[in-house]
């Protein structure tokens, strides 16, 4: 390792399995002191143990690394406050935060309820915006005092958000509000020091390797695993260090080997009659526009 993030210190949410793990523990090889966030829930977000997050902190010490758990609910302002202050209380400082936490409650729309709308809203969401509010006030603080940070934010979008997916209705337009919340945040907070970007990963976790059972499955021995979450995390660790300096603003797809940088919505083929337009006229018009646009990337699932 090459001790890119010595001197850093890092929280990761939802860190206690999967991808958030891997992230805890290969900041943690690059140097920098973690605070691992989990609750412990069971895949749809009921539940909850302190165990997987000791567990990773347990881990990251037996390695010689430096790490404390926190096990508060960060979909709550109190809960989400209490992540950043253990951060700045243990270890003095804050550098890096990563976005990880979410479970999955999917169902066709037609069968969707209100319920688990609002619990995939809330953790995925909220959860992301309470932690960036609470970690920009502190960054702001920083920079008012003089002490302007190097100070980066890795938030984790999906694939289903930037395309759609069948049957996570939630999961898509909660993963498409974190995109948004990324741009948003990175114009808003580059002032102050900080770096605002987003992944969209594909690995093999407890959230997919049902739902995606197939593309999800694990090699034959000796080949190379392309779904591990291990291969996400160098690139989250690079955004989450003073290296990715002039890096903001941008989405990046992770599986396996292969790093894409999504470019997102772009003006494309335009018409402007330079007045109002009749019904039949604009739809003239945009199967005109249409016919010379670029098709869209199918939704995942779709038949």
Not at 78 to 88: E, R
Not at 232 to 255: C, I, M, N, Q
Not at 295 to 301: E, F, L, M, S
Request: proline content about 4%; aromatic content about 4%; overall charge negative.
């Amino acid at each position: 390792m090459t001790g890119l993030c010595t001197g850093r210190v890092a929280v990761v949410t939802g860190a206690g399995r999967g991808l958030g793990r891997a992230h805890a523990l290969a900041l943690a090889a690059e140097g920098a002191r973690v605070v691992v966030n989990d609750l412990g829930v069971g895949l749809d977000g009921t539940g909850g143990a302190s165990g997987p997050a000791q567990e990773v902190v347990d881990e990251i010490r037996a390695g010689g690394g430096e790490a404390v758990a926190h096990a508060g609910d960060i979909a709550t302002s109190d809960g989400a406050a209490s992540l950043i202050a253990a951060a700045v209380d243990t270890f003095g400082r804050l550098d890096t935060l990563v976005n990880n936490a979410g479970f999955l409650r999917d169902r066709m729309l037609v069968n969707l309820d209100e319920d688990d709308w609002d619990a995939v809203m809330r953790v995925h969401l909220k959860g992301h915006f309470l932690t960036l509010k609470h970690a920009a006030a502190h960054w702001r603080a920083e920079a008012k005092a003089g002490r302007t940070p190097a100070a980066r934010v890795v938030n984790t979008s999906s694939g289903a958000g930037l395309l759609g997916s069948v049957g996570q209705g939630n999961y898509s337009a909660a993963k498409a509000g974190i995109v948004g919340l990324t741009l948003v945040a990175a114009a808003e907070m580059g002032r102050y020091g900080v770096q605002v970007n987003a992944i969209a990963p594909a690995a093999r976790t407890r959230m997919t390797e049902q739902t995606f059972a197939d593309a999800m499955a694990a090699p034959e021995p000796g080949g190379f695993d392309a779904m591990a979450p291990e291969n996400v995390s160098p690139l989250v660790v690079w955004l989450g260090s003073a290296d990715s300096a002039g890096v903001t603003g941008r989405v990046f797809e992770a599986e396996g080997g292969r790093i894409t940088v999504m470019e997102g919505w772009r003006p494309g083929p335009t018409a402007d009659k330079g007045a109002r337009w009749t019904p039949a006229e604009a739809g003239e018009a945009t199967r005109k526009l249409l016919a010379d646009a670029l098709r869209p990337q199918p939704v995942y699932g779709a038949r």
